[in-house]
T-cell receptor, first 113, second 113 residues
Framework: AQSVTQLGSHVSVSEGALVLLRCNYS??????LFWYVQYPNQGLQLLLK??????LVKGINGFEAEFKKSETSFHLTKPSAHMSDAAEYFC???????????FGAGTRLTVKP | KAGVTQTPRYLIKTRGQQVTLSCSPI?????VSWYQQTPGQGLQFLFE???????NKGNFPGRFSGRQFSNSRSEMNVSTLELGDSALYLC????????????FGPGTRLTVT
């Protein structure tokens, strides 16, 4: 069965600094990978997705992620953090693209002024 | 286009009672998935409905059930509530045509006392 591991339950960066949120996946078949963001008292918003096209995926709000099969990773990055990026971020995987997505435990991003 | 709506947003129930949660997907979307989010277990997939049929099911006891109507609206029912059922229940809709993008509602916060 597929699964994801997010390294670091909390990440703190200064405003303007690089954001790097780590995600490693496990899947017996080529995976579909996603990053979602959740703001307090809200649902999840899709940031970006990898569905076996380009390995470097660009998403909304300046985020991007690179699929690295050799490392089974799908890390999320943003060159310059903004205060509004403070939220919880979830990496998710699904096999064969069905809607049974498996989520990581989440990483809470704090942005310091 | 209106987003995914969930009602009610907050609910307090007593152990042993049952509860029904409602989800209205984005217009034109035929797939509705349900997730449970708790601090301890994170985000867990409950089930997915597509064209009124359950297409996928997670690893939850039979007390958790759902259905989908011809207009794609979905309901989730939990019978014989337990304290551990306290959670944020999220509904997500997608076109169901394997575009793999799920759009989440704001969730229903269920508290069992």
């Amino acid at each position: 069965a597929q699964s994801v591991t997010q390294l670091g339950s909390h990440v703190s960066v200064s405003e303007g600094a690089l954001v790097l949120l780590r995600c490693n996946y496990s899947s017996s078949v080529p995976p579909y990978l996603f990053w979602y963001v959740q703001y307090p008292n809200q649902g999840l918003q899709l940031l970006l997705k990898y569905t076996s096209a380009a390995t470097l995926v660009k998403g909304i709000n300046g985020f991007e992620a690179e699929f690295k099969k050799s490392e089974t990773s799908f890390h999320l990055t943003k060159p310059s953090a903004h205060m509004s990026d403070a939220a919880e971020y979830f990496c998710a995987v699904s096999e064969r693209g069905n809607n049974d997505m498996r989520f990581g435990a989440g990483t809470r991003l704090t942005v310091k002024p | 286009k209106a987003g995914v709506t969930q009602t009610p947003r907050y609910l307090i129930k007593t152990r042993g009672q049952q509860v029904t949660l409602s989800c209205s997907p984005i217009s034109g979307h035929r797939s509705v998935s349900w997730y449970q989010q708790t601090p301890g277990q994170g985000l867990q997939f409950l089930f997915e409905y597509f064209s009124e049929t359950q297409r996928n099911k997670g690893n939850f006891p039979g007390r958790f059930s759902g259905r989908q109507f011809s207009n794609s609206r979905s309901e989730m029912n939990v019978s014989t509530l337990e304290l551990g059922d306290s959670a944020l229940y999220l509904c997500a809709s997608s076109a169901g045509t394997r575009d793999y993008e799920q759009y989440f509602g704001p969730g229903t916060r269920l508290t069992v006392t």
